[in-house]
């Protein structure tokens, strides 16, 4: 198959026939890893977790310690993922809407928590709250507990979540431009008014999806947790971690049944995810952009 | 361009072209700055002091100490094949995603993603379980004397299962982008398959490929959750560095977990700047060609 003008009928046919085999075999490979790579850990988990049957995965799962774990694990998630909603939006109205210096360097200073290992986020905490840290002998002064308690497990969730709201906004929000807020504006309507009736409704997928990736990040973090924990059983133990303990206990039934909890939980962030996707149009390819290019 | 922010800011009802007239700037950029610099910017300064108070001597010799210099060898040996592996694999999943329609494509397209969405404690159990000599896969693979679980082989395992949608969701857009016609045109023109990857598609996502896998060796490297459980955590030999810093807490040694978190923050840090750099190249280069 060297020749420079068009090809003869038989080579045609033969190479139509290679690309379909061609194309069986690279479905088949894939489909195949994902099942073994992805599938099977799922799988595996729900096995583990009913390998004593219902009885004793009901009884695993009406424990207090796993309870206790889930609300706290709730309560975390219900702070830090508020807190970083309105992140996003601040900043992704100040970096879609406005120009100024520094930009690029704020938008890469969003993503420095996607770059930092868990276990290091949890250890500046530590670095500033812990009893040698900086602020360490004034907080047990005054009696106030931030590492090995609550706030603690919120400050390293929210660090880790950080970027989630606002990464999702901020190209969707260039992508859209300004005129409808301008023309807002024009009219009369005033910052909030502008917001509430404009932005958001239009940004309001966006929102929604960032909001879930940062949920379910919450909910299953497990390293930067773990640092500033202290592991106290019913007290700062998260319901990842929970999971960790009762491995290590070796009540292997146990972990897996509170993982599958965790693994239900993924389960419906990536059906939401991909919901919104096909209703909703972000994530999709957008046919403006290649209009314009 | 206008030169400083603030004067834009309230210039904001004056319409001049190159100033917004939205309000809200400064309100919002300033809870950003102060947001940002509260959560990240000031316990990231915390840590790099900490790194920085000890002297450069202390330092080096706390980050270069026999067993840190191993854990950083099973780490990032393991990250780097890992992310390797993930870049195969995520390269023909992101492919077959987006050439290929299939039964249940959307499905498979959701279930990438499952690696960002699954609690790394629960991956790490799971897969350990899976691995181990008893477990579904581990039990085909003992009797030919491949151990995977408490080996390298599944610190690599673990790894690779946490970077993957990396390489997938860089690469499956621009895939998705580029033009079937390309290569039939190639093909048209005697291009064999193997001339038609290497000509064609590779050259255009060998950026996002590579940004792909750089991000999925970030993530292998500061992996904890996922790891720990399968990788039997035996100094000198199973041992990652994010493990020995969690150890050097628990044994109150604050300086040494502070000094090999610096070090790691190095390799984060350059991870990010190479990610920006190929991302800065690959616009140059597009705005050449536009």
């Given at each position: 198959?060297?020749?420079?003008?068009?090809?003869?009928?038989?080579?045609?046919?033969?190479?139509?026939?290679?690309?379909?085999?061609?194309?069986?075999?690279?479905?088949?490979?894939?489909?195949?890893?994902?099942?073994?790579?992805?599938?099977?850990?799922?799988?595996?988990?729900?096995?583990?977790?009913?390998?004593?049957?219902?009885?004793?995965?009901?009884?695993?799962?009406?424990?207090?310690?796993?309870?206790?774990?889930?609300?706290?694990?709730?309560?975390?998630?219900?702070?830090?993922?508020?807190?970083?909603?309105?992140?996003?939006?601040?900043?992704?109205?100040?970096i879609t809407r406005f120009e100024f210096h520094g930009k690029s360097l704020l938008i890469t200073l969003i993503d420095i928590p996607l770059a930092v290992s868990p276990v290091v986020a949890g250890l500046m905490y530590v670095e500033i709250f812990g009893l040698h840290g900086w602020l360490g002998p004034w907080l047990s002064e005054h009696n106030l507990h931030i590492i090995f308690a609550v706030p603690g497990i919120v400050l390293a969730t929210v660090f880790v979540t950080f970027p989630f709201v606002a990464r999702e906004l901020i190209p969707f929000m260039q992508a859209q431009g300004s005129d409808e807020e301008v023309a807002a504006v024009v009219l009369g309507a005033n910052g909030w008014n502008v917001f509430w009736r404009v932005t958001l409704p239009n940004i309001k997928w966006a929102l929604l999806y960032g909001t879930i990736l940062a949920a379910a990040r919450s909910i299953g973090e497990f390293g930067a947790v773990s640092v500033v924990s202290g592991h106290i059983r019913g007290q700062t133990t998260t319901l990842p971690l929970?999971?960790?303990?009762?491995?290590?206990?070796?009540?292997?039934?146990?972990?897996?049944?509170?993982?599958?909890?965790?693994?239900?939980?993924?389960?419906?962030?990536?059906?939401?995810?991909?919901?919104?996707?096909?209703?909703?149009?972000?994530?999709?390819?957008?046919?403006?952009?290649?209009?314009?290019? | 361009?206008?030169?400083?922010?603030?004067?834009?800011?309230?210039?904001?009802?004056?319409?001049?072209?190159?100033?917004?007239?939205?309000?809200?700037?400064?309100?919002?950029?300033?809870?950003?700055?102060?947001?940002?610099?509260?959560?990240?910017?000031?316990?990231?300064?915390?840590?790099?002091?900490?790194?920085?108070?000890?002297?450069?001597?202390?330092?080096?010799?706390?980050?270069?100490?026999?067993?840190?210099?191993?854990?950083?060898?099973?780490?990032?040996?393991?990250?780097?094949?890992?992310?390797?592996?993930?870049?195969?694999?995520?390269?023909?999943?992101?492919?077959?995603?987006?050439?290929?329609?299939?039964?249940?494509?959307?499905?498979?397209?959701?279930?990438?993603?499952?690696?960002?969405?699954?609690?790394?404690?629960?991956?790490?159990?799971?897969?350990?379980?899976?691995?181990?000599?008893?477990?579904?896969?581990?039990?085909?693979?003992?009797?030919?004397?491949?151990?995977?679980?408490?080996?390298?082989?599944?610190?690599?395992?673990?790894?690779?299962?946490?970077?993957?949608?990396?390489?997938?969701?860089?690469?499956?857009?621009?895939?998705?982008?580029?033009?079937?016609?390309?290569?039939?045109?190639?093909?048209?023109?005697?291009?064999?398959?193997?001339?038609?990857?290497?000509?064609?598609?590779?050259?255009?996502?060998?950026?996002?490929?590579?940004?792909?896998?750089?991000?999925?060796?970030?993530?292998?490297?500061?992996?904890?959750?996922?790891?720990?459980?399968?990788?039997?955590?035996?100094?000198?030999?199973?041992?990652?560095?994010?493990?020995?810093?969690?150890?050097?807490?628990?044994?109150?040694?604050?300086?040494?977990?502070?000094?090999?978190?610096?070090?790691?923050?190095?390799?984060?840090?350059?991870?990010?700047?190479?990610?920006?750099?190929?991302?800065?190249?690959?616009?140059?280069?597009?705005?050449?060609?536009?």
């Amino acid at each position: 198959m060297s020749g420079r003008g068009a090809l003869p009928p038989s080579a045609l046919l033969r190479a139509s026939i290679q690309q379909r085999v061609g194309r069986m075999v690279l479905i088949v490979a894939a489909l195949v890893f994902l099942a073994v790579f992805l599938v099977l850990p799922v799988a595996a988990v729900f096995t583990q977790a009913l390998s004593q049957g219902w009885k004793m995965y009901s009884d695993s799962i009406y424990q207090e310690d796993v309870l206790s774990a889930l609300r706290l694990t709730g309560l975390v998630a219900c702070i830090s993922v508020p807190l970083n909603m309105v992140f996003g939006i601040a900043a992704s109205w100040a970096i879609t809407r406005f120009e100024f210096h520094g930009k690029s360097l704020l938008i890469t200073l969003i993503d420095i928590p996607l770059a930092v290992s868990p276990v290091v986020a949890g250890l500046m905490y530590v670095e500033i709250f812990g009893l040698h840290g900086w602020l360490g002998p004034w907080l047990s002064e005054h009696n106030l507990h931030i590492i090995f308690a609550v706030p603690g497990i919120v400050l390293a969730t929210v660090f880790v979540t950080f970027p989630f709201v606002a990464r999702e906004l901020i190209p969707f929000m260039q992508a859209q431009g300004s005129d409808e807020e301008v023309a807002a504006v024009v009219l009369g309507a005033n910052g909030w008014n502008v917001f509430w009736r404009v932005t958001l409704p239009n940004i309001k997928w966006a929102l929604l999806y960032g909001t879930i990736l940062a949920a379910a990040r919450s909910i299953g973090e497990f390293g930067a947790v773990s640092v500033v924990s202290g592991h106290i059983r019913g007290q700062t133990t998260t319901l990842p971690l929970e999971v960790e303990m009762l491995y290590n206990e070796y009540n292997f039934t146990a972990a897996f049944a509170a993982a599958s909890l965790l693994t239900l939980a993924a389960i419906v962030t990536l059906v939401l995810k991909k919901t919104i996707e096909l209703t909703s149009g972000v994530h999709q390819p957008v046919e403006e952009k290649e209009v314009q290019s | 361009m206008v030169k400083m922010p603030k004067t834009e800011a309230r210039k904001t009802w004056s319409l001049a072209t190159r100033s917004s007239p939205l309000p809200g700037f400064r309100l919002t950029i300033g809870f950003t700055l102060i947001y940002l610099t509260v959560i990240v910017l000031i316990p990231l300064t915390a840590i790099l002091l900490h790194g920085a108070r000890l002297g450069f001597g202390v330092f080096l010799h706390t980050v270069t100490s026999p067993r840190v210099l191993a854990s950083y060898r099973v780490t990032l040996g393991c990250a780097a094949i890992a992310a390797l592996l993930s870049a195969i694999s995520g390269m023909l999943v992101a492919w077959v995603l987006a050439r290929y329609s299939f039964p249940g494509k959307r499905i498979v397209d959701a279930l990438v993603d499952l690696p960002f969405a699954l609690p790394t404690a629960v991956a790490g159990i799971s897969l350990t379980a899976l691995y181990a000599e008893n477990g579904w896969i581990g039990r085909y693979l003992e009797p030919h004397g491949i151990h995977v679980a408490f080996t390298p082989l599944g610190i690599m395992m673990a790894m690779s299962f946490v970077g993957f949608p990396f390489v997938v969701r860089s690469v499956q857009p621009v895939l998705e982008d580029l033009d079937p016609a390309m290569e039939e045109a190639a093909a048209s023109l005697g291009a064999n398959v193997w001339q038609r990857f290497t000509r064609v598609i590779a050259p255009v996502a060998f950026p996002a490929l590579l940004t792909g896998t750089a991000l999925a060796f970030a993530r292998a490297a500061g992996e904890y959750g996922s790891v720990i459980f399968i990788a039997g955590n035996m100094p000198m030999k199973t041992e990652i560095t994010a493990l020995l810093i969690v150890t050097k807490l628990e044994e109150y040694d604050y300086t040494g977990a502070a000094a090999i978190a610096g070090a790691m923050l190095a390799l984060s840090f350059t991870i990010m700047l190479l990610v920006n750099v190929i991302q800065w190249w690959v616009q140059r280069r597009e705005g050449k060609r536009v």
